[in-house]
């Protein structure tokens, strides 16, 4: 029945009906979520061999949802590491939360250990703790305004509001991380919203990498583009639009905001992984490929596990990004 002036008072379209329609719509889909029925994720689609990354690019490769694992010119850099089979709340096999489509493409036992961790906020398919602890507690970790509570373990951690700035040195040099404004929220729970939200800029030898984090459209990328340095490789989230599109973005958005902040390669994350919406699982992908179908070259990796190699030598001749930014908010 559609509701109208006419049966309005009615039983079926009373203001208490339509409540609970749309609680039990949301019930299904989160159930759906949880206990989807299926068994131990397969493989990724594709391994990395960090052991053959050089020290002299930037070459990394998305683990999984918004895991990528960086060699940034020899600096060693894991952005929101989750190796966990579910994301959510819980202990140990008792999350409740949606699982993996795939196994990470990479356990932490398979690489050397990061000279810095990246967060880009406390939500939990970002921030997982069981994940966290795989990891030396000497190890920096660059982290969101108001998330330092739940890293004590860690003995150098560096809260980040949006315009700071901090340089962490390693072995492979300095290297330089910005926080940046992004759309979306940090609440890890119900009332935690003092919790921050943050996109970063990577920066080292005169290179750029802009990791968005999570974030819904916004024009806030644009102030990037006209930096002395340009970004060479935007990694964006493409997933989870549907219906949320007020705090994901579709792969049109991340790929307009990439070409606001005038990137010359994009690398996709926040996809493939969890399934945290209604869109299908491989949309994002398709959607995405279909954008840069006239330019793949710029399109670096798009599947978990695929190794991505941002081209150094060619950025003036072969991209021009800034040329083709735009300010208008795409559908």
């Known amino acids: 029945m559609t509701c109208s002036l006419a049966n309005v008072s009615s039983l ?9 329609n749309s609680y039990m719509r949301r019930f299904t889909f989160l159930r759906k979520m949880i206990f989807d029925g299926r068994g131990r ?5 594709s391994r990395p061999v960090p052991a053959e990354w050089s020290d002299s690019e930037i070459t990394g490769s998305c683990l999984g949802h918004s895991t990528v694992l960086m060699n940034f010119l020899g600096v060693r850099v894991l952005t929101d590491p ?9 202990i140990g096999p008792a999350i409740l939360g949606p699982k993996r489509y795939f196994q990470p493409a990479l356990s932490p036992r398979d690489f050397p250990p990061p000279d810095v961790i990246v967060l880009s906020h406390a939500h939990f398919d970002h921030f997982d703790a069981a994940s966290l602890r795989k990891f030396s507690r000497d190890t920096p970790v660059v982290t969101a305004a108001g998330t330092r509570d739940l890293l004590r373990r860690f003995k150098g951690v560096h809260e ?3 315009g700071q700035s901090i340089s962490v040195s390693a072995r ?7 926080a940046i404004p992004v759309a979306h929220w940090g609440a890890r729970m119900m009332r935690d919203t003092h919790r921050g939200y943050n996109g970063y800029l990577l920066e080292s030898g005169g290179r750029t990498v802009c990791f968005g984090g999570d974030t819904a459209y916004t024009t806030a990328f644009a102030a990037l583009r006209d930096r002395a340095s340009p970004v060479d490789l935007a990694i964006m989230p493409i997933g989870a639009y549907d219906p949320w599109i007020h705090a994901h973005c579709t792969p049109a958005q991340a790929v307009a905001m990439a070409e606001q902040a005038g990137a010359g390669y994009f690398v996709p994350i926040h996809h493939q992984t969890f399934k945290l919406s209604s869109e299908p699982m491989d949309e994002p992908a398709a959607r995405l490929r279909a954008l840069f179908q006239s330019e793949p070259e710029r399109l670096l990796a798009v599947n978990v596990g695929e190794t991505f190699r941002v081209p150094l030598t060619e950025r003036a001749q072969t991209i021009d990004a800034r040329s083709r930014a735009s300010l208008v908010e795409p559908g």
């Open 160 to 162: 980040l509001a949006w």
């Open 41 to 45: 994720p397969p493989v990724a689609p």
């Open 172 to 178: 492979g040099g300095t290297l330089q991380l910005t």
């Open 82 to 90: 989750v190796f966990s089979l579910r994301a959510g709340p819980g």
């Open 12 to 20: 079926s379209c009373s203001p208490l009906r339509v409540a609970f």
